[in-house]
């Protein structure tokens, strides 16, 4: 059997094969970009591991990293594999009281960030690491893995941690096999890194031996001009990125040609969405992945797989579904109900602190809370998730149905639609929109629009027109605040 390698190990060994390679550029909002080379990434990782150390970090030990987008960021989560603790990203825009409610279920034995009110390494601080050793300290296997925290919409915050050891054999990392990953690749990665999606496609293409660009902040117009200067060969975006980069004016004419996989993932993706994009780059190239941060079972399906299928978002992988109503009976193909599933030998995945398990069902199928259902040949279909939707008068609508109409309209930046209190009919819909533009886009066009597309029932009872609406650095809207800021 092939020697097992770390995160650590990896990066020492592909250092010493291409030392001067750029591994990792972050383009900066000024225009300029900051780079490091492997023998660069992978010695100023091995300083901060050994300061690490020093701090009391061993396997098993949570070290926080909370840091916007930036190389630092990318060095700080390299150390902690290496002094064999587990990386726990955490945003630098969360509020200080939701950021230390996080800490408080982690008790992380390090923190790396630039917070005056927190006992922290900063980033000036890795800069003055020169009294500490270049090379690769001894340090365990990390196990867990990773801890990401989530709820931050819902206003109460809990950790997932990934259970295990962090090492397989090189180039066998079974998620970059599936992600179809190659060592030569470039991955732009425009998200925020606390989130699971940028932070685990970032870390699995660099123990493939792949190289990372990422940015300080998503803009569309400078990613195509990022596209075209850095030539990435892989992207990974979620639905609101793609809306934006398909609005950029003349994003036809701009050379793509260099993507030959952009992966989607974190949300519904508008029909018309999919389609522009699969025009854009190729029916072959645009891949949607269905997984969560739990590891609770994955889908995959490709550009050319879904025109056959539209709306799916794959067949299982290594994953068993269930489909059930409120009273846990399975429902036949066609019927939405509130997806389980079963993912590998049914043995969890995942751990949370701050919360309690996951409901199961059966022989270990678990649901994260979305709702959708299955064709005759086992292709999924997602509806919406269980908290978003919106009953009305005794009838189910599931906002992203109605969002991704509302959004298709040129007009519209983004769009959230949300259940407010209504003395007859329990919930009404209601619509609030963030247009592109400053001014003039009309509400009466946006219902004619839904009253051509959705049946009655389905249209919003109001249009609010708002200046923008709450996203977090993922690209997901903070509904619970929407709807609270609204009556509940």
Not at 33 to 53: E, G, I, K, P, S
Not at 89 to 108: I, N
Request: with cysteine; proline share 7%; aromatic share 8%.
């Amino acid at each position: 059997m092939s020697e097992l390698l770390t995160a650590g190990t990896a990066a020492q060994l592909f250092a010493s094969r291409a030392p001067e390679e750029v591994v990792v550029i972050c383009a900066r909002e000024d225009g300029g970009a900051d780079t490091l080379t492997r023998r660069q990434f992978d010695t100023w990782a091995n300083r901060l591991a050994h300061r690490l150390l020093e701090a009391g970090v061993r396997p098993g030990d949570f070290v926080a990293v909370i840091l916007p987008n930036c190389v630092e960021h990318l060095v700080a989560t390299l150390a902690a594999y290496k002094a064999g603790g587990t990386p726990m990203p955490v945003s630098v825009s969360m509020p200080p009281e939701e950021r230390d409610g996080l800490l408080a279920l982690a008790t992380p034995r390090c923190i790396i960030g630039d917070m005056d009110d927190l006992d922290a390494i900063s980033r000036a601080d890795m800069q003055a690491l020169g009294t500490y050793p270049d090379t690769p300290p001894e340090a365990g296997v990390p196990n867990p893995i990773k801890a990401l925290g989530s709820g931050g919409s819902t206003g109460k915050p809990k950790l997932i941690v990934t259970p295990g050891p962090f090492q397989f054999p090189e180039g066998e990392h079974p998620t970059a096999k599936l992600l179809r990953f190659e060592p030569g690749d470039l991955l732009y990665s425009p998200g925020p890194l606390y989130h699971n999606g940028p932070f685990f496609f970032t870390q699995v293409m660099l123990f493939h031996g792949g190289r990372i660009l990422i940015n300080e902040r998503f803009r569309a117009a400078h990613m195509l001009d990022l596209i075209e200067e850095y030539r990435p060969t892989a992207l990974n975006l979620v639905p609101t990125m793609m809306q934006r980069l398909l609005r950029e004016p003349g994003v036809e004419s701009r050379d793509l040609s260099s993507v030959r996989l952009l992966w989607h993932y974190a949300a519904a993706c508008p029909d018309w969405a999919k389609r522009g994009c699969i025009g854009l780059f190729g029916a072959e190239k645009v891949l949607e992945l269905w997984a969560a941060t739990e590891a609770t079972g994955i889908t995959v399906i490709d550009g050319v797989e879904w025109l056959e299928h539209p709306g799916s978002v794959g067949r299982g992988v290594l994953t068993e579904f269930r489909v059930v109503d409120e009273n846990r009976k399975a429902l036949p193909p066609g019927e939405v109900g509130e997806i389980f599933s079963r993912f590998g030998d049914g043995t969890p995945a995942y751990q949370y602190l701050g919360a309690k398990q996951l409901e199961t069902v059966g022989d270990g199928f678990v649901s994260v809370g979305d709702l959708g259902y299955l064709d005759e040949e086992g292709y999924l279909y997602l509806a919406d998730r269980r908290t978003d939707m919106i009953i009305s008068g005794g009838a189910n609508i599931f906002p992203a149905e109605v969002e991704a109409v509302i959004s298709s309209h040129p007009g519209v930046q983004d769009v959230a639609v949300v259940g407010l209190k209504d003395d007859d009919l329990g919930r009404r819909v209601h619509a609030i929109v963030e247009p592109r533009e400053a001014a003039g886009l009309d509400a009466a066009e946006l219902e004619a629009l839904c009253l051509k597309e959705l049946t009655r029932y389905k249209v919003p009872r109001a249009f609010e027109i708002v200046n923008s609406l709450p996203r977090n650095e993922a690209g997901k809207i903070r509904r619970l605040a929407l709807r609270e800021e609204r009556g509940g």
